[in-house]
């Protein structure tokens, strides 16, 4: 067929009549145009994410799903229409007309008996009679996520012959921290500018934030702090109030609501009280004529996030004032409008010589029960910040009776910005998993190892009323969203494990690749070992076996360990590594800063022994000499450097597993992909070889066998500058 109809297109006769020999022309352009059409739609832009309704190949399937699927049901108990339902009818009819070319027919109808474990926000899908679903729900916004999730499972190629689903989220708050700045650069950004256009607003609403919200909504978030928790007061002004009311109003369809960071001394900087002392009356006035005038402009409004006394950010301990009463005035304004605060708990001081990573635990514990119960003390996940890896915060399953919110960074600061592949949701769920041994009312009920952090934050062990999570977002204008083709992967887990932290690394990166690529095995078992292998190949090639803050200062791209010039001492890497002729790592047990204190007994004599330390944390906790036996049976030094060389190879071994899947991935992402990994393996080699080379004037021992030796010397490496690096300004 193929053979014939290119020798009817080529075979032009000089002898054939004019207008015949037009006519040929004519149906060969437009052979061609639809052959270049053809191939455009299978190039991928990256654009619709997980949500691509590409036609499912296998017809018996379709087949079969679409006679399941001809009649659904969308239930609320009073089953009217809302934009929100409106929201789910659309995706439905896209989705299914996309994926099966099929037309259902869609109802709205009263729910009746819903399962318990629906909650407020879940759902339940079920079948009725042979080609009816019902998605039902105690509100509309959660048949709008029984809709992504139905369409999710027909995605996925998920027989729906039994479908019988109940699903809540566990914990009810569940965000993206934007890092936006108003000028619309992103702090830590490394996907383009931010998403929204400030300064078109509120009059031009850009579809994109539709687009932006549905995504979310996709995976079950229900929130944004749209700026940068290093706030700008500007953004409470009246004036940018109805621009956030803009954004709010695009979101509210897709059960997003809007959140805002607040600068301490905005009352100051927007002509109120000429204080910004939290127990002062003024103050607590203003801030609550603010939020009166925030609610009357967008009435589901979510609350404030709050960076106090931290990097130089102003705060009520100015005033002599404590984050309790702070987070208080704060929350005292919100609460009658059901708005909570998010209070940070990144905090450190310059003039605190204690250890950095003890800071924040001694500055909150003394507050503990001290704060309004809609506040919620927010915590990275580790007692730093961010890095590829730190054991847990001890403010998880310390604090008792003050609700503890979890924040991780999605955008990927510290594992490789936005060149490098690094999915994340390992990481989250070694937090979220690890037991921090808290006592809570209810651990005379609980199995050992279920007082984890994921529980601790749900509200399972303290019964804290409010529960939240927040991860710092990769999005920006960038086309595909993150930059990075694959950081979209961290999107999606991160949204995934909002709802269930109880999901698994490996399920969410199977379900992102055949959402995102394809449900041909031959894509989905290689790009999810990538995936899977990534997080702690990063590991490997920069900060392994416990080590942390190495990178070069500002950026925080590539190396840096013998950085000490800083103006703070916490803020060198030199601090942390400790390396000395001796030995390397931070010396945190009763011998040194004694960090361990924070965490309960039982967390603490395990990592306080080297005997039963993991290797992972083992730099973390202790100075280990050059010559210590590791489990492995080779000394400290040459572990470290074959731990920098692995990380190397497995990028090598990814760029090979993704030449491979040529044939498989569309040219465009499968290009941008390839060459992000030749990046990739270049900084994993600088990496490897500044830090040995560092390294390796103290400990004054040769690279082992299968080291390869560094391309250049130490002071080439310390000399590279990397000027104008996104996401922070330029260094000199
Ligand atoms: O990780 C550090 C970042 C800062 C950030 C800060 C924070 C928003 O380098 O850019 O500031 O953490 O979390 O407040």
């Known amino acids: 067929m193929i053979r014939r109809t290119f020798s009817f297109f080529t075979a032009t006769r000089k002898s054939a009549p004019l207008a015949w020999r037009c006519v040929r022309m004519a149906i060969a352009g437009l052979v061609i145009g639809l052959a270049l059409g053809a191939s455009r739609a299978f190039a991928d832009d990256g654009y619709r994410l997980w949500l691509r309704y590409d036609r499912i190949a296998d017809e018996s399937l379709r087949t079969a799903d679409a006679a399941a699927l001809s009649h659904l049901v969308l239930a609320t108990p009073d089953g009217t229409d809302s934009p929100t339902l409106t929201a789910a009818r659309n995706e439905l009819t896209a989705g299914l007309k996309g994926l099966l070319g099929l037309d259902a027919k869609i109802d709205l109808a009263k729910s009746t008996d819903l399962p318990a474990a629906v909650g407020a926000e879940g759902y339940s899908l079920h079948r009725r009679g042979r080609d009816t679903v019902v998605i039902s ?15 999710r499972d027909v995605q996925l190629q998920t027989p729906l012959a039994k479908l019988d689903t109940v699903s809540a989220p566990k914990i009810s708050r569940r965000l993206l921290d934007h890092w936006d700045n108003l000028d619309r650069t992103i702090e830590r950004g490394y996907a383009g500018f931010s998403l929204w256009e400030w300064f078109y607003l509120p009059e031009y609403r850009n579809p994109r934030y539709r687009d932006y919200a549905r995504a979310c909504a996709s995976l079950g978030l229900n929130g944004a702090v749209l700026n940068n928790v290093n706030a700008d007061s500007l953004i409470l002004s009246s004036l940018w109030l109805r621009k956030v009311a803009a954004l709010a109003e695009e979101f509210r369809p897709y059960g997003i609501r809007v959140y805002l960071s607040v600068r301490w001394t905005a009352p100051k900087d927007l002509g109120g009280p000429q204080t910004a002392d939290p127990l002062d009356p003024g103050v607590a006035a203003w801030w609550r004529a603010k939020v009166d005038e925030i609610y009357k402009l967008i009435p589901d409004f979510g609350g404030f996030l709050v960076k106090a006394n931290s990097e130089g950010e102003p705060g009520p301990q100015d005033y002599g004032r404590t984050h309790a009463d702070g987070a208080n005035v704060l929350a005292d304004a919100l609460a009658p409008h059901g708005g909570i605060v998010m209070w940070r708990a990144f905090v450190y001081a310059a003039e605190n010589t204690t250890d950095r990573v003890k800071q924040a635990y001694n500055e909150f514990m003394p507050l503990d029960g001290k704060f ?61 998993d690890a037991d921090t041994f808290a006592r809570g009312p209810a651990r005379g009920e609980l199995a050992e190892s279920s007082s984890t952090v994921g529980r601790v934050i749900d509200g399972s062990i303290y019964h804290q009323p409010l529960t939240v999570i927040a991860g710092v977002a990769n999005t920006g204008t960038d086309r595909d969203w993150t930059g990075h083709p694959l950081a979209q992967a961290n999107w999606y887990a991160f949204g995934r494990l909002a709802w269930d932290h109880d999901l698994t690394a490996a399920a969410i990166a199977d379900e992102w690749t055949r959402l995102t690529y394809s449900n041909d095995p031959r894509v989905v078992q290689p790009v999810t070992a990538m995936l899977l292998a990534s997080r702690e190949t990063v590991v490997d090639y920069s900060m392994p076996l416990g080590l942390h803050h190495l990178m070069a200062t500002g950026h925080h791209y590539g190396p840096g360990p013998w950085v000490a010039d800083l103006k703070r001492p916490d803020w060198n890497p030199v601090y942390y590594h400790r390396a000395d002729e001796n030995g390397l790592g931070a010396d945190r047990t009763v011998t040194g800063s004694n960090a361990l204190e924070q965490y309960a007994p039982e ?130």
């Open 137 to 151: 729900a105690r509100h509309d916004v959660g048949v709008l996520y029984g809709a992504f999730a139905l369409l």
């Open 372 to 432: 309004r119960p809609n506040v919620a003390i927010q915590i990275k996940n580790g007692p730093l910040d961010f890095m590829p890896r730190e054991p847990f915060h001890p403010l998880f399953g310390g604090l008792a009776h003050t609700s503890a919110a979890l924040e991780l960074q999605i955008t990927q600061e510290y594992l490789g910005q936005g060149t490098q592949l690094a999915y994340l949701a390992p990481l989250w769920k070694e937090v979220l």
């Open 603 to 732: 967390v603490a004599k395990r990592w306080a022994d080297l005997a039963t330390c993991p290797d992972e944390y083992l730099l973390w906790f202790h100075h280990v000499p050059w010559d210590y036996r590791m489990r492995s049976g080779r000394t400290l030094w040459d572990e470290l450097c074959l731990h920098y060389q692995h990380g190397v190879e497995s990028v090598r071994g990814w760029q090979k597993t993704w030449d491979g899947l040529q044939p498989l991935i569309d040219a465009e992402r499968f290009a941008h992909v390839k060459a992000l990994l030749v990046r990739q393996e270049s900084d994993a080699r600088d990496w490897r070889d500044a830090c040995l080379l560092y390294f390796q004037t103290f400990s004054k021992r040769p690279l082992p066998a299968g080291v390869e030796p560094p391309a250049h010397t130490l002071d080439y490496y310390q000399a590279v500058k990397r000027r104008y690096a996104p996401g922070h300004g330029d260094e000199k």
